[in-house]
């Protein structure tokens, strides 16, 4: 029995017996899938969600650990870098198209020199359309709700072009912005509500262009103004009335 036991005949046996064992074992297994489970409290620097192909679609981060910029799956350096926490929503194609963060900035000295709370929706292969954003900036607060129109091109383009003029001398960047821009229209502010950073609260209404043509704007002292514009940004009426045709400042 013992010379049975220790021969090469056995050993082979009961080797391929345990592997026959090991694969069941696994294959059951796969086939119930991970079972749930539920937990009390959890620790984590970032968390992916994604789909069963593994596409993103749900980020919740740290700062450190905040991602570039995803389009259709792909990951692409920040231009800005990411300056606070939160969740970063993706569509079906694993392209960002939203976000809620929260973050602070401070001085050398570690002094808080402002905030920023930010909720925003994108266009689709675009930039952000729908923001809500509140903060400190130095000793200015402000709180604002605003909605802009964004170009029919890929914001790969932006991508690309900014991170080209970010390599030139400085003197050159805003030139070359500018003849970005022209071949890539589109990119304009069209609503703005809140609270300004000067203090007062505003309404500004513009048309495709960006430009305003109704601003209705109650200053830091209570004194309340509303005024209509034409293209080249004269005011065609005003209350309360000043003269016509006067440049808004």
Do not use: C
């Not at 694969?23 to 968390?47: C, K, N, Y």
């Not at 450190?64 to 389009?71: D, E, L, M």
């Not at 602070?104 to 675009?126: A, E, P, R, W």
């Not at 209705?216 to 002292?221: S, Y």
């Amino acid at each position: 029995m013992i010379n049975f036991l220790s021969s090469r005949r056995f050993l082979a046996a009961y080797s391929s017996l345990l592997t026959l064992v090991f694969l069941f074992a696994m294959l059951t297994g796969f086939a119930h899938g991970p079972a749930a489970q539920s937990f009390d409290e959890i620790t984590v620097h970032r968390i992916n969600v994604v789909e069963p192909d593994g596409t993103i679609r749900l980020i919740l981060t740290n700062t450190a650990s905040s991602p570039g910029i995803y389009i259709k799956n792909k990951e692409y350096p920040h231009p800005n870098g990411r300056k606070g926490a939160g969740f970063l929503f993706f569509d079906e194609e694993g392209t960002e198209d939203g976000g809620l963060t929260y973050g602070i900035t401070k001085d050398q000295t570690g002094h808080v020199t402002g905030s920023d709370g930010h909720l925003s929706f994108d266009q689709y292969q675009q930039d952000q359309i729908f923001t809500i954003e509140a903060g400190r900036d130095g000793d200015r607060k402000f709180s604002l709700l605003r909605m802009d129109d964004r170009g029919d091109y890929p914001i790969t383009d932006a991508l690309e072009a900014l991170n080209r003029i970010s390599k030139l001398p400085e003197n050159e960047r805003e030139a070359e912005l500018k003849k970005f821009l022209a071949t890539h229209p589109g990119d304009h502010p069209r609503v703005m509500l809140g609270r300004a950073r000067d203090g007062a609260s505003i309404l500004q209404l513009k048309d495709t262009q960006g430009r305003d043509r109704i601003i209705l704007r109650v200053a830091p002292d209570g004194s309340p103004k509303l005024q209509f514009l034409d293209a080249d940004g004269k005011i065609v009426s005003e209350l309360p009335q000043t003269a016509p045709g006067t440049t808004r400042p």
